[in-house]
């Protein structure tokens, strides 16, 4: 079990194996943003601030264009929705409280 802090409120919750950062935030009672629920429209997406995630067997090329994991662009985000934490997490984002 991992667990994620949301900034900059300090909202802190698990993340059992196998559980999205969503489904965890849901199973809490924290009202977090989504709408597709498959990485696309961007409402769930959080700034990293610390932590790795995994988004399972989806093209890890192909995420790292739209989800700033680009050794490029120092900008990190996570989408929580499809999101899988590997370790402890500290996210960002302004509307979650």
Known sequence: MTKVTIQPNNI????????TIL????RNSIEFP???R???CTACVC???SGEVS???RDPESLSLTMGTDPDNPQKYTYSCIGYPLTDMVLHHPFIK
């Open 12 to 19: 802190e919750f698990d993340v059992a194996v196998g559980e």
């Open 23 to 26: 489904e965890a935030a849901e």
């Open 34 to 36: 989504y709408r597709c």
């Open 38 to 40: 498959q990485g696309v």
């Open 47 to 49: 700034k990293t601030l």
């Open 55 to 57: 988004y399972g067997d």
